[in-house]
């Protein structure tokens, strides 16, 4: 019984994400259009981001702000992402000695 409920609750979640992306798929979209689209993640990832960056001490915002753009800098020279987390959180570690 326990097999049939995960399967069945597995099947009612992948369904609203399945079908979505198999008609999307099939439609053709302006450039502009297919432009735009691209843009959406790195916009909803900026915006789950900011706000930690803004909270990280929420007396002193400026630490956050620091820590973010060297995290983006270490991003913009290409180094690994665990090296631009590590480089962040190292950044925020000292500025608050």
């Given at each position: 019984?326990?097999?049939?409920?995960?399967?069945?609750?597995?099947?009612?979640?992948?369904?609203?994400?399945v079908?979505?992306?198999?008609?999307?798929?099939?439609?053709?979209f302006?450039?502009?259009?297919?432009k735009?689209?691209?843009?959406?993640?790195?916009?909803?990832?900026?915006?789950?981001?900011?706000?930690g960056?803004m909270?990280?001490?929420?007396?002193?915002?400026?630490?956050?702000?620091?820590?973010g753009?060297?995290?983006?800098?270490l991003?913009?020279?290409?180094?690994?992402?665990i090296?631009?987390?590590?480089g962040?959180?190292?950044?925020?570690?000292?500025?608050?000695?």
């Open positions: 019984m326990i097999i049939l409920m995960i399967v069945g609750m597995s099947i009612a979640t992948m369904l609203p994400r079908i979505p992306a198999a008609i999307i798929e099939k439609m053709q302006r450039p502009w259009i297919n735009w689209l691209s843009a959406i993640p790195y916009a909803a990832l900026g915006a789950l981001i900011f706000p960056i909270s990280v001490k929420p007396d002193e915002p400026h630490h956050g702000i620091i820590g753009l060297v995290a983006i800098i991003a913009y020279l290409g180094l690994n992402v090296l631009v987390v590590i962040a959180i190292l950044t925020v570690f000292l500025l608050s000695f």
